[in-house]
C-alpha cells in the first residue's frame, strides 16, 4: 500500500473511531431504553454515513490537495504529477463511498435491533 492510500485509510478509520465513540456514549447515556438507544446509536451512524457521502461528492483535485490527506503527506510521498492525482482522489473517494456503505450497513442492523427490542418490550418509539 502506498503512503498516500494507507494516510487517507487511517484517517477515515480515526473519523469512523470518532463517530464510534459518540455513538456508544450516547447509548451508554440512553441505556435505561435499549430500543431508543440503539436508535440513537443507528442515527449517529446515519449521520456518518450522509457526511461520508457529502465528503465524496465535493471532492475535487483542488479540494484533494487542500485536503489532510495530501497536506499531511511529505512532499517525496505524494503522488508525482496529475495523474497520480487523479489515482490518488480517485483512491480517497472509493475509500470514503465503502466506509459510507459499512455504516450504513452498521446502521441499518441497528434500526433492526431497535425495532426487535420494541416489539419485544413493548416500547412505543419517538
Do not use: Q
Not at 492510500?5 to 456508544?24: M, P
Not at 454515513?49 to 457529502?54: F, G, M, N, T, Y
Not at 512532499?75 to 490518488?88: C, K, M, Q, S, Y
Amino acid at each position: 500500500m502506498i503512503p498516500c492510500e494507507r494516510y487517507a485509510f487511517f484517517t477515515l478509520v480515526r473519523d469512523a473511531g470518532f463517530f464510534t465513540l459518540a455513538a456508544i456514549v450516547l447509548m451508554i447515556g440512553f441505556s435505561f431504553e435499549p430500543p431508543l438507544a440503539f436508535e440513537i446509536g443507528a442515527s449517529v451512524a446515519l449521520l456518518f454515513s450522509v457526511l461520508l457521502l457529502v465528503r465524496s461528492y465535493l471532492l475535487t483535485p483542488d479540494r484533494f490537495r487542500r485536503s489532510e490527506v495530501w497536506r499531511g503527506l511529505n512532499p517525496d510521498e505524494r503522488p508525482a504529477g496529475e495523474h497520480g492525482i487523479r489515482i490518488a482522489r480517485d483512491y480517497m473517494e472509493e475509500l470514503l463511498l465503502r466506509f459510507a456503505k459499512s455504516s450504513s450497513a452498521i446502521a441499518g442492523l441497528l434500526y433492526g435491533s431497535a425495532l426487535i427490542l420494541s416489539l419485544t418490550v413493548g416500547y412505543d418509539g419517538l
